[in-house]
């Protein structure tokens, strides 16, 4: 559940030669801190795969997803729903984390994967109704998204966890990334922890081949129809 407007809006006052920026709410209800640069920067190659671009981002955060999340939360208050390590345009590294907030509004706080503090954060109130959503799904789980970061972490370098908002959602979605940069993706229950892994992905694409496979048949009976 990113919330792309807030991570767009973060990302529009990061000046990456700068070393910080004056961060400009959008409308009056929103509210900006500075954003500082991230202390780990990145090659930006288009030439690289996404698993060499994986294993290099890997490598230099020094914070885990975990504990980037508890880093969040020690500057603000509220429930994280989501966890992403992700770069700007010209390579500047950083984990932005989703929170949402007792009275509704979202926060989306921006930790340096290097040093684990706080670069800057970004306040949204929430005019669209997923606060209610997700405190839906929230209702009665036992497993937050530092607890799902830490579990799936026994799966490999965990790169995001999201809670999908869907109400009827009973697990975090969470991804990893092996040594070799492969990428992975798993469920972990909102109650007991478990983790097992995503197979919608698989699902899907065996269905599309199915589905191909049927209308070949199709084309044939109809060509032996004409003949």
């Known amino acids: 559940m990113k919330r792309n407007i807030v991570i767009a809006t973060v990302a529009a006052v ?16 929103d509210e900006s801190t500075a954003a500082k640069q991230s202390s780990v920067q990145v090659k930006d190659d288009d030439g690289q ?7 290099t981002e890997v490598k230099v955060a020094k914070v885990t997803a975990a504990d980037a999340i508890k880093a969040a939360l020690a500057k603000q208050s509220g429930t994280a729903v989501s966890a992403e390590l992700d770069d700007e345009d010209g390579g500047s590294l950083y984990w932005d984390v989703d929170l949402v907030g007792k009275d509704g509004s979202w926060h989306s706080v921006q930790v340096d994967p290097g040093t684990g503090k706080v670069l800057g954060s970004h306040t949204e109130r929430d005019e669209d109704g997923d606060a209610e959503r997700v405190a839906a799904v929230l209702k009665g789980a036992s497993t937050t998204a530092e607890d799902a970061a830490k579990a799936a972490a026994a799966k490999g370098t965990v790169t995001s966890v999201d809670l999908d908002d869907d109400g009827a959602a009973t697990a ?3 991804e990893t990334v092996a040594s070799g940069g492969v990428e992975s993706d798993w469920h972990v229950d909102l109650r007991s922890a478990a983790v097992t892994p995503d197979r919608g992905d698989s699902a899907d694409h065996d269905d599309s081949d199915d589905s191909d496979d049927s209308d070949d ?11």
């Open 14 to 29: 990061a000046l990456i030669g700068g070393g910080t920026a004056t961060a400009m709410a959008v409308t009056g209800d």
């Open 49 to 55: 795969d996404d698993a060499t671009e994986n294993k």
């Open 172 to 174: 975090w979605d969470a």
């Open 217 to 227: 048949s199709a084309h044939d009976d109809r060509d032996g129809q004409d003949d």
